[in-house]
């Protein structure tokens, strides 16, 4: 379940209703991929043991179909976790596109009709989502976990 998606008011269930949590639905689709291996192993045997135990992981999924709110506002999309992007993680990070900063004040430059400019209002207001650029995700998709144990037994 991505989220809550707010149904139609002609079905009694709105937002501040006594049903509304019942306004869960699906309305997305997502693959989710991943593999774990464990290493476990018995380095020392006898009066001292040592074991030691490695488990590394490794995880993707990838939004399929997003079905409601494709005119959200381009903010939106940087929340954590912002809007699902079908064919994207759902965990994306989207960024801006960077061109640097003046040399004459310091302030971020913006691409606005092939020029570079400070006219923050004007590139805000005509972003759009496929002008963002994807730069990370939020959740790490490699994990490594070590363990050791060293056990003495009293003779």
Sequence with gaps: MIG???????TGIYEGSPVQNSNLTNYANM???GVDVQVNTKNLTGKFKWESHLLF?????K???????KNAVIHSYFYSPGIPIA??????????P??????ENGYPLVMINDEKSQDYN????GLKPEDL?????????????????????KA
């Design 63 to 69: 939004v399929t179909d997003y079905k409601i709110n």
């Design 122 to 125: 004007t590139y805000f207001n």
């Design 133 to 153: 650029i994807e730069s990370s995700v939020s959740v790490p998709p490699f994990f490594l976990v070590h363990c050791a144990m060293y056990i003495l037994i």
């Design 4 to 10: 809550a998606d707010i149904l139609p008011w002609s």
């Design 31 to 33: 693959r989710t991929e």
């Design 87 to 96: 064919g994207k993680s759902r965990d994306v990070l989207m960024a801006i």
């Design 98 to 103: 960077w061109l640097g900063l003046s040399a």
């Design 57 to 61: 992981g490794y995880v993707r999924n």
